[in-house]
């Protein structure tokens, strides 16, 4: 075949020019950040139809079905307060235990869920994968959308423990709704993040728990945030407050608990989470989509 065309003026045309005024693409290209971020909303119905189908097969199976949405946390907050609180004793200095562990409880099981879940969203989808064409940042969307609706439920349930235990209704919990907002973004962005790269590196599945298990410790979860002011200072102490969680955590807590202390001032503590969401959320959307050639291959 030859190489080139003969255009109207008689000029020769390149195969590239050729396939560029028909509008012809090369197989596999990897469409530009713009397009590719359309080509998903274009496919959202798809994204909610399949977040549908993973939370009725996920609950679907069992007696209780979407009870143990609550029940989970729930049971969780009962047994740390029983080993931490009543057994080892970290609830001294903290007015309101209960709700201060609850509270740490739930906002990390909506983070941890999303890394566990998210980082299948890959290896558990390839006969869709390699059977379909779609934006392959529909299945760790799908699986955040799954987690979001969960931790909504969740925090209802939460704000009823609040109540119960003596906190009163004050304006700052109109915080919780940009709140949710920050974390759903931050956890959407971890969600892409540990789908890609548990897409190449399977043996990280089996890290995961133990990562998750470190990084609940080290986010003021269990015990009082003051622990770490008591035994840290310098870098180590600065290293541990910039934690996207316990930043989480303590600002939920900020909203719904009062004569809390919190590990920094509360406008230091949002603008900081405004800065690990956007650099979690666009990041793990960025790394994922540079991979969106190699999903469902090898």
């Not at 798809?46 to 069992?62: R, V």
Request: charged content about 15%; proline content about 5%.
């Amino acid at each position: 075949m030859p190489e080139t065309a003969v255009a109207e003026s008689g000029t020769e045309l390149s195969p590239k020019e050729l396939a560029r005024r028909h509008g012809l693409t090369a197989s596999g290209r990897l469409p530009r950040l713009p397009e590719y971020t359309r080509q998903l909303w274009s496919y959202r119905h798809f994204i909610g139809a399949h977040a549908s189908a993973k939370m009725t097969s996920s609950l679907g199976s069992t007696k209780l079905g979407t009870v143990w949405q609550v029940l989970t946390p729930i049971i969780n907050a009962a047994v740390y307060y029983l080993i931490f609180g009543v057994i080892i004793g970290t609830s001294r200095g903290v007015d309101n235990f209960p709700a201060y562990l609850c509270i740490g409880v739930f906002v990390f099981q909506f983070t941890q869920s999303i890394v566990q879940t998210g980082i299948n969203a890959i290896t558990a989808n390839l006969g869709l994968i390699r059977a379909l064409h779609f934006p392959r940042a529909s299945l760790p969307l799908s699986v955040a959308l799954v987690e979001i609706r969960n931790f909504v439920v969740a925090l209802l349930v939460l704000i009823g423990i609040v109540l119960i235990t003596g906190e009163p209704i004050t304006a700052e919990w109109v915080l919780l709704l940009p709140l949710l907002a920050l974390q759903s973004f931050f956890n959407t962005g971890l969600a892409m993040f540990m789908a890609r790269y548990g897409s190449k590196n399977r043996d990280i599945k089996q890290l995961v728990p133990f990562i998750m298990r470190f990084w609940m410790y080290g986010s003021a979860v269990l015990y009082p945030v003051t622990l770490f002011t008591e035994k840290l200072d310098g870098w180590q102490l600065a290293l541990v407050e910039a934690n996207p969680m316990l930043i989480f955590i303590e600002l939920y807590r900020h909203a719904l608990l009062e004569n809390v202390t919190l590990a920094g001032a509360p406008v230091a503590l949002w603008i900081q989470a405004v800065v690990w969401s956007l650099f979690v959320g666009l990041g793990g959307f960025v790394y994922f989509w540079r991979g969106e050639k190699g999903y469902g291959r090898g």
